[in-house]
């Protein structure tokens, strides 16, 4: 099978040959194609780290295993990982965090845990806007299919990996719309899998659990910004972040990498440990059905390090017996080959069992009904008294200005003065009695506009099949 490469920067292509060279020893069926991305790509002109043609190449191989990258500061330089997890549909991110004990330091001996992640949307939409001079807005995106599509892998890789467990996380006792459309999936989904153990966590109390009970966990599924931070805290509790390799997969392509960075200062030196790319590797020979190499490679691995053959980040004088470099790291690995470990746990990779993950398929429309708008105003006064009775004067006949929030709270009606207010005030109309027609929007708006009321953004209040759509003022 031929898969993409790419060796980036810094350490990259030292852990890269490394891990090709163990690949290749343990027997894969693997022929490699290999582009540039990265540091070079980026400061020939290219704001996006990679050349059309090389897109051509990850798009017809299908598989792309990529070592760390350098993004230069500033200049608009945009992150190549975000941009080709996008770009190619890769929704899941999967990280393995088990601890190493006794031969990789941790307080968490017996910690197990895979994170995943959704890659696509939530925050990480990009989608910002100043709208005052007070006040940024980042629009945070959570859709159905990224939910359906997400936790379905979470289960199916559960289902696969023989593993007992799936753990939701979201702070849906807040954002009741966005992370409660994502708990609201969880357990529709979670229905379908009676055999799996299911359960949901808020955020806070879920990420300080893990930190300190991480044994309580098996597979846990995020949205994209709580999957980020707390794949790389299990990471870093299993023992380092160095050890650990991830895998981005979409419905038609994959990218499998270390979760570590570049590490230019150690480029060049044969210090630089290979695990993480490795483990990315091994994920990869998983998903494309390679699950026999992959465990020779895994125990092998597991092997060297219990054997206490280890690079300087992990080297301890009481559990390591030598210190290597990456080359000499690499060829413990290649030296014990169909060999497992005796005191850590040797794997075992399922091969019978291929994930179901249907294309998702659109739902029914819901009857959808128009029944206020919220118009957020520029406005550098501090009494909401006052301003409400300047956007009283926009009202219409039948249509009436029923609150103002300031950063989502309540100042109007019934406002406390003690609450601080910034200069951005959401307005929200609402018709005496049935529904707001668009034409009744615009014309606020034109209302707006005569008395120099700066509208900077509006938003419309819709049910659907009667249920509403969005949030109440904090206080309503």
């Known amino acids: 099978m031929k898969i993409t490469i790419a060796k980036g920067d810094g350490i990259g292509p030292e852990i890269m040959d490394a891990t090709l060279r163990i690949l290749t020893a343990a027997g894969a069926n693997l022929e490699f194609e290999e582009i540039e991305v990265g540091e070079k790509v980026y400061l020939s002109g290219n704001t996006s780290g990679i050349a059309a043609e090389s897109w051509d190449i990850i798009r017809r191989n299908k598989v792309f295993l990529k ?8 200049g608009g330089y945009k992150s190549l990982n975000v941009t080709t997890r996008k770009f190619l549909g890769l929704y899941s991110n999967v990280r393995p965090c088990k601890s190493l004990h006794p031969f990789v330091q941790t307080k ?24 005052t001079d007070e006040v940024v807005q980042c629009l945070k995106l959570i859709s159905r299919p990224g939910c359906e599509k997400i936790v379905r892998y979470a289960f199916e890789y ?18 009741k719309q966005s992370d409660g459309l994502f708990h ?27 930190a300190d009970t991480p044994e309580a966990f098996d597979v846990i599924v995020m949205p994209n910004l709580y999957g980020d931070v707390l794949s790389d805290v299990a990471a870093q509790i299993t023992g380092s972040v160095g050890l650990a390799g991830s895998a981005n997969i979409g419905e038609e392509c994959a990218m499998f990498e270390a979760i570590h960075g570049s590490a230019p200062r150690r480029a060049g030196q044969n210090l630089a440990n290979p695990s993480g790319l490795l483990q990315g590797a091994i994920l990869m020979l998983n998903h494309i059905g390679q699950t026999a190499i992959a465990e020779k490679v895994q125990n092998a691995w597991l092997k060297t390090l219990e054997e206490g053959i280890h690079t300087y980040d992990i080297y301890n004088e009481g559990t390591s017996s030598q210190k290597v470099g990456t080359r000499e790291f690499a060829d413990a690995i290649i030296e014990r080959l169909g060999q497992k470990p005796q005191t850590l ?24 009904a128009l029944e206020g708008v919220d118009l957020f105003v520029h406005w550098p006064g501090l009494e909401a008294n006052e301003l409400a009775e300047k956007v009283q ?17 309540k100042v109007w009606p019934e406002g406390f003065k003690e609450t601080f207010c910034t200069d951005h005030w959401r307005c929200r109309f609402k018709p005496a009695s049935g529904s707001l027609s668009k034409e ?13 009321l ?4 509006t938003e419309n209040l819709y049910t659907f099949d009667g249920v509403a759509g969005y949030s109440l003022g904090q206080g309503q």
């Not at 009202?395 to 103002?404: A, F, P, T, W």
């Not at 700066?454 to 953004?457: A, E, G, I, L, S």
């Open 67 to 74: 070592a760390p990258i350098t993004t230069p500061q500033g």
């Open 108 to 131: 968490h001996p017996i910690m197990d845990v895979v994170i995943v992640r959704e890659n696509e949307e939530d925050l990480y939409a990009g989608i910002e806007h100043q709208q």
């Open 158 to 175: 559960a289902k696969q990996q023989n593993r007992k467990k799936v753990t939701c996380f979201t702070k849906d006792n807040i954002m």
């Open 184 to 210: 609201k999936v969880f357990d529709e989904i979670a229905a379908e899998y009676p055999e799996i153990e299911n359960e949901h966590w808020i955020i806070d109390i879920g990420a300080a659990k893990l």
């Open 345 to 368: 746990s040797a794997v075992s990779y399922a091969s019978d069992y291929t994930m179901n993950l249907p294309k998702y398929q659109r739902k029914a429309p819901k009857q959808k």
């Open 393 to 409: 004067a926009i009202e219409l006949d039948g249509v009436k200005l029923s609150m103002i929030t300031n950063r989502g709270i």
């Open 440 to 452: 009744e929007i615009i014309h606020l708006l034109s209302n707006a506009v005569s008395k120099e």
């Open 454 to 457: 700066d509208v900077v953004k």
